[in-house]
């Protein structure tokens, strides 16, 4: 039995951010939107209230019987969830003079439990609109700050479970000592025993994969990427060679990346297939100049392949992916109680007749859990780490039409950028690096020869997410010797320029 909390989610931008730092604590969780019935089961060990953009105060301000559910399990209501907790109990909850947000200093009044190990005063990260300005009788003050009089308390009423609210956002990275607090509410409050594990989760993951699939046969579409060959090698462990990997070459990876991918695959005793379909892929990008249309040939041409390679594979029961909680986790929509869920199947495209049912092994994991549970199976650790590389790969780096001569140039020039970057211990200081082969020819002089040859641009980004990035400020020397190296060793190439722009306004890539 896995222990579990529940975080209810009222819309708030940080919701994600409290699963995860209960998850970096080592206990299980799951986000649901704050309108679905919360079913209370014995694994279940509490429940967290999110923030939202909404004001109790609001004619539609998302509600939920909070002493109902405090009457068969702790709750712990965070900002929004806090005030909701002292507006339905009484309480007077108010419009702030101004909103409060950014830094705040918290000062506790009164010690408990969910202040052990957290100094008397502490910084903490405000973000409301509402001022929380009267507790109900039975609730007893804890913590406020220099500018609020209530930043946390507990409900001492005639409930059975304890219940606690923090006006403060304690998931976010600025409040110093968020995590403990978070930590002492799931390990003092709800008694969780912390042993979610990658380790943990691997065997009971495999158990789980043993018992949907049986002595069925399950096949996937393998890219390289940490996802994909996390899930497989799961779904491996649990089920052996009646997985039927299926890596397709677009003929647009990065040079060498198909045999040596390949390679990896089968070290880890996968089962999978190398398919070679370059010249498929060439000869319908011919011409393509814009970028739209080439991910959609390259798209709609890898679902063609993998379906021609899946279809010859006899008595295939289950459709194997990749896909990770942040496409699946059902967002609640502030313009409204309609709720949005992202669509997750992006493999898509097997004919609907096969009737194949799905495996998602990593359906509830983050990221950088996805990359543990990696590491738990001994998947290399490069393979785990390295940058994010897009879908249609060099294709979008080629800023004009596709040719298997111009893919050859990129994939040397990239091969040089890439391996200097790792050779001098830079690799892991930046979030994505790539280079793109521009439409410019210009003239060069090597020796007493002139030239006129291709231009290409470095980009190299850092960032949390990808949804923003500054340009990565990497040493003038490191960059003087990775243009020499490109033009000498590169024939066709005799101009490298780098990429100072940040995303927003410019994205990562160029197409
Ligand atoms: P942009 O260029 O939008 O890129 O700043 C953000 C991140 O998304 C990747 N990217 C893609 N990934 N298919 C993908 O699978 C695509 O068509 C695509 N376009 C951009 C990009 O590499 C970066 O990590």
């Not at 923090?166 to 509410?185: A, C, D, M, R």
């Not at 790792?422 to 060069?444: C, D, F, H, I, R």
């Not at 949390?464 to 040493?475: E, F, K, N, S």
Request: aromatic share 8%; proline share 5%; with cysteine.
């Amino acid at each position: 039995m896995t222990e579990k909390i529940l975080i209810l989610d009222f819309g708030s931008q940080y919701t994600q951010l409290i699963a995860r730092a209960v998850r970096e604590a080592n206990v299980y969780c799951e986000i649901i939107p704050y309108h679905k019935p919360v079913e209370i089961t014995d694994d279940l060990k509490g429940i967290i209230l999110s923030g939202s953009p909404f004001s109790v105060n609001d004619e539609k301000a998302p509600w939920v019987d909070i002493l109902q559910m405090v009457s068969r399990k702790p709750v712990l209501g965070v900002c929004y969830g806090a005030q909701l907790t002292a507006k339905v109990t009484g309480g007077r909850v108010e419009k702030s003079e101004k909103r409060e947000y950014g830094r705040a200093l918290l000062q506790i009044e009164k010690e408990n439990r969910i202040f052990k190990n957290v100094p008397t005063e502490s910084q903490v990260w405000m973000s409301h609109g509402d001022t929380i300005l009267e507790l109900p009788a039975d609730f007893e003050l804890l913590a406020k700050t220099s500018s609020i009089p209530i930043a946390a308390f507990e409900y001492h009423g005639d409930i059975n479970f304890p219940l606690f609210g923090l006006q403060f956002h304690p998931e976010v990275y600025h409040s110093e000592f968020g995590k403990t607090i978070l930590k002492n509410f799931l390990v003092e409050i709800c008694g969780c025993s912390q042993d979610w594990t990658p380790a943990h989760f691997v065997s009971d993951t495999v158990d789980a994969l043993k018992k949907q699939i049986g002595n069925k046969r399950v096949v996937m579409g393998l890219s390289g990427g940490v996802d994909s060959t996390v899930a497989a090698t799961l779904i491996h462990k649990a089920i052996g060679d009646n997985l039927f990997g299926i890596f397709v070459d677009n003929g647009l990876l990065r040079k060498n990346e198909f045999t040596q991918v390949l390679e990896t695959y089968q070290q880890l005793h996968l089962n999978v297939k190398g398919v070679d379909a370059s010249e498929q892929f060439y000869s319908l990008l011919s011409g393509v100049n814009d970028p739209e249309q080439k991910r959609k040939i390259i798209g709609r041409t890898f679902i063609d392949v993998f379906n021609a390679e899946a279809k010859q594979l006899e008595d295939i029961s289950f459709l194997g992916q990749g896909t990770i909680y942040p496409d699946v986790i059902e967002s609640v929509s502030v313009h409204g109680p309609s709720q949005t869920i992202k669509s997750h199947h992006n493999v898509g495209g097997l004919p609907e007749e096969m009737h194949l049912g799905l495996v998602e092994p990593l359906r509830f994991l983050f990221k950088d859990e996805v990359r543990r549970v990696g590491l738990e199976l001994g998947i290399p650790h490069d393979m785990l780490y390295r940058h994010p590389f897009p879908g249609p790969g060099l294709a979008i780096r080629i800023i004009s039409d596709i040719t298997a001569e111009k893919v050859k140039l990129l994939q040397e020039a990239d091969d040089i950028f890439i391996s200097t970057l790792k050779e001098q211990g830079l690799y892991n200081e930046v979030w994505q690096a790539g280079t793109m082969l521009l439409p410019v020819q210009s003239v060069g002089v090597m020796g007493d020869e002139r030239t006129y040859e291709y231009t290409v641009a470095l980009r190299a980004v850092t960032s949390v997410d990808g949804m923003t990035a500054d340009w990565a400020h990497l040493p003038y020397k490191f960059l003087g010797h990775v243009s020499n190296e490109i033009i000498n060793r590169v024939r066709g190439i005799n101009r490298v320029v780098y990429d100072i722009s940040s995303k927003p306004p410019a994205t990562i890539e160029w197409e």
